[in-house]
């Protein structure tokens, strides 16, 4: 398959598809840290996106704005709001671009605004405990053409480390990092269809 994982740096999904023998890219603005610059398009991701037909898009877009926890900063009435509605009409755009050079399609958010519009409502959630990561960040997937993704290994633990994570230079970067166990889980369960 040919598989764009639309801003994403860390590689995680990338090289879970790469290693079942898939045809996967990587995109984001930033030069990837995932150690394969080979299989990363340094680019705004709606020009990868349209550069060719996908098999499958995964799109992570920037949740800063649009995520529920920051709604001290973004929400009706705060400094951030006109932040808040760019993102999401910007998101929205590029889900439906995702659509349109895609076979499959799945939109990755934490629990975020982006899930109240009507293009990209009902999405299913999950949890990293249910792949193997004793954690919880409630995660939005709205699926295009794609069947729910099944939980692999539920484990006990129900810590709240990304949500606690310490303020530093690296600190919104590894917040949006896919879990090993849901980026595994996506090859296995997507990579097949």
């Known amino acids: 398959m040919k598989v764009l994982v639309a801003c994403e740096e860390s590689q995680v999904v990338c090289k879970a598809f790469r290693a079942l023998g898939h045809e996967a890219y990587s995109c984001d603005l930033k030069p990837c840290s995932g150690g394969h610059p080979e299989w990363h398009l340094n680019c705004d991701c709606r020009d990868a996106i349209a550069s060719r037909f996908w098999d499958l898009i995964i799109f992570h877009p920037d949740c800063t704005e649009m995520s529920l926890s920051g709604n001290w900063w973004y929400a009706k009435g705060k400094p951030g709001y006109s932040k808040r509605i760019a993102a999401t009409a910007w998101t929205v755009d590029t889900w439906n671009l995702c659509k349109k050079h895609s076979r499959r399609a799945c939109l990755e958010n934490p629990a975020s605004v982006i899930f109240s519009q009507p293009e990209i409502a009902n999405p299913q959630y999950i949890q990293p405990f249910q792949f193997g990561h004793g954690e919880t960040k409630k995660t939005g997937l709205k699926l ?10 539920v484990v006990d633990g129900r810590e709240q480390r990304v949500w606690k994570m310490a303020p530093s230079p690296d600190r919104k970067r590894l917040r949006a990092t896919t879990f090993l166990g849901i980026g595994l889980a996506f090859a296995a369960q997507w990579g097949v269809l």
């Open 144 to 153: 295009y053409n794609l069947p729910d993704l099944v939980p692999t290994n």
